[in-house]
C-alpha cells in the first residue's frame, strides 16, 4: 500500500549507446514526436532526453487553452487540425486529456479591434473553422457574468467566437505522451542533460551526455525555451529568439459562472474557468528578456484590476497560486519547423511563444513523418528559419516584435 509506485512511462531504462533517433525535451512537441515515432511509423529505438523531468517546463506551466483562430493561411490549417486532434488522441492513447470544447470567447474593444477580428474571421472561415462575430448582446448572452456598460475603462465593443475551442488538461497530455510513447519502447530518461551534439562531414554522429555518449543519425532539438541557446551553444546556429517569462494564477474555488474561454487583447487577459471552480487567468509575457520562472506583484496586481473591470463578480476574490515559465518568440511570433538545415539529420521544433501546448500534438505528428522520411511535410514547410533571411516573415502579429532589456 505504502510502496514506490511505478511510474505510468515504466521504470528508469538503460541509457543505450545508440538510438535511431534522439528527441532532447521532455516537453509535449518531444514527447509526441517520439510517440508518433513509434505508434506510426515503426521506429522503436528513440530515446528523450530530458534535463530534469517531463513536463518541467511550459508542458506543465501553461493555462491549458486550444484553439484554432490564427492569423495566417500557413498557421490556421495546422492549428484546425490540432484542434481536432485532442478527442482523436484521447481514444487512441486510451488516457483521459480531460479535453473541453467549452468555446473560446476573444472580446473587442474599439471598432478598430472589430475590423480586425472580422478579418481573423473570415481568414479562419475559409479553411473551415467554426468562427463568428458577435455583437456585444451576444456576449452577454454567451458569458452572462461580462460587464457590457460602458464603465470599464475599455468597453465591450463585441467580439469573436470560437465554438471548437476549449481547454485540456495539460499534464493529463504530457503523462499520457509518455505513456503511450514508452509502450512503444521509447527510452524516456529524465535526470539527463546532453552536453554536445556531434557532427562529421555535415551529418549528426551523436549526442555527448552527463551519463554518456549516445551514437545517432537524428536529433530534434525541442528544448522549448533553452532550444536557441542549445542551437547556438552546440552547433553555432544562431535562432531569432527571445526568451521570456509568462505568468498564470488560479483564484479560490467558486460556483459555475464562466462556461467559455474569455480572454481580451486590450487588458492582455484571459481566463476560463476549471472542473474544480477555479478561476485560471494569465496575460501577456513580460516584454523584456530573461530566464525567470519568478512571479511579480506588478502581475498580480494587473490581473486582479484587470479581471475586476470585465467581470466585476470576481472583485475581492482570493488568488490561491501564481506560477510562471518560459516562452521562446520570434520575430513574427510563427514557430521555427525545420531539418536537415545545415546539418543532415539535424532538426528543430521551437519558437512557439504562446502557442507551444495547443501545437503540440499536430507538430509532433508531422515532425515524426519529417524525421522518419527525410521529406518535410508541406503543412511544415512554411516555418523553416531560412524564412527570416529571405525576408518572407508570417503575418501573425501586425508589426514586428522586438524585445530588449530596455523595454
Not at 52 to 61: E, L, M, S
Not at 170 to 177: N, Y
Not at 292 to 307: C, D, P, W
Amino acid at each position: 500500500m505504502f510502496g514506490r509506485k511505478k511510474p505510468l512511462w515504466g521504470e528508469k531504462p538503460p541509457l543505450s549507446s545508440g538510438y535511431d533517433a534522439v528527441i532532447i525535451g521532455g516537453g509535449l512537441h518531444g514527447l509526441a514526436t517520439a510517440y508518433f515515432l513509434a505508434a506510426r511509423h515503426n521506429m522503436k529505438n528513440i530515446a528523450v532526453i530530458e534535463k530534469r523531468y517531463i513536463g518541467f517546463g511550459g508542458a506543465g506551466r501553461n493555462t491549458a487553452i486550444v484553439r484554432a483562430n490564427q492569423r495566417t493561411q500557413e498557421n490556421l490549417p495546422l492549428y484546425k487540425e490540432g484542434l481536432e486532434l485532442w478527442p482523436v488522441l484521447t481514444k487512441e492513447l486510451d488516457f483521459n486529456l480531460m479535453f473541453y470544447n467549452c468555446g473560446n470567447l476573444n472580446l473587442a474593444h474599439s471598432e478598430a479591434a472589430l475590423k480586425a477580428m472580422r478579418l481573423q474571421t473570415a481568414s479562419a472561415q475559409f479553411h473551415g473553422i467554426d468562427i463568428r462575430l458577435v455583437d456585444r448582446k451576444e456576449c452577454k448572452e454567451l458569458i452572462p457574468c461580462l460587464d457590457i456598460s460602458d464603465r470599464p475603462r475599455y468597453p465591450v465593443y463585441g467580439g469573436m467566437f470560437h465554438p471548437a475551442g476549449g481547454i485540456v488538461r495539460h499534464d493529463a497530455v504530457v503523462w499520457g505522451l509518455a505513456k503511450g510513447a514508452a509502450k512503444h519502447g521509447v527510452h524516456i530518461h529524465q535526470g539527463t542533460q546532453v552536453t554536445a551534439i556531434n557532427t562529421d562531414k555535415g551529418r549528426i554522429t551523436s549526442v555527448d551526455t552527463d551519463k554518456g555518449k549516445i551514437n545517432t543519425p537524428r536529433v530534434l532539438n525541442a528544448a522549448g525555451a533553452y532550444s536557441a541557446a542549445l542551437s547556438w551553444h552546440m552547433l553555432g546556429i544562431k535562432l531569432p529568439i527571445s526568451v521570456l517569462t509568462i505568468q498564470a494564477m488560479v483564484t479560490q474555488p467558486l460556483k459555475p459562472l464562466l462556461d467559455h474561454v474569455v480572454s481580451s487583447g486590450m487588458y492582455h487577459c484571459y481566463a476560463n474557468q476549471t472542473l474544480k471552480g477555479e478561476i485560471a487567468t494569465g496575460a501577456h509575457m513580460d516584454p523584456w528578456p530573461n530566464y525567470t520562472n519568478q512571479n511579480s506583484a506588478h502581475y498580480i496586481k494587473h490581473q486582479a484590476e484587470a479581471l475586476g473591470e470585465f467581470l466585476p463578480c470576481l472583485r475581492g476574490v482570493k488568488f490561491m497560486r501564481c506560477w510562471a515559465g518560459l516562452a521562446d518568440m520570434t520575430p513574427d511570433m510563427a514557430p521555427i519547423i525545420d531539418g536537415n538545415d545545415p546539418f543532415q539529420g539535424y532538426y528543430t521544433d521551437c519558437g512557439w511563444g504562446y502557442f507551444g501546448f495547443k501545437s503540440s500534438i499536430v507538430t509532433g505528428k508531422y515532425m515524426a513523418e519529417y524525421m522518419a522520411s527525410g521529406q518535410c511535410p508541406d503543412m511544415l514547410k512554411p516555418f523553416n528559419m531560412r524564412r527570416f533571411e529571405n525576408h518572407r516573415l508570417m503575418g501573425e502579429t501586425a508589426a514586428l516584435v522586438n524585445y530588449s532589456p530596455d523595454n
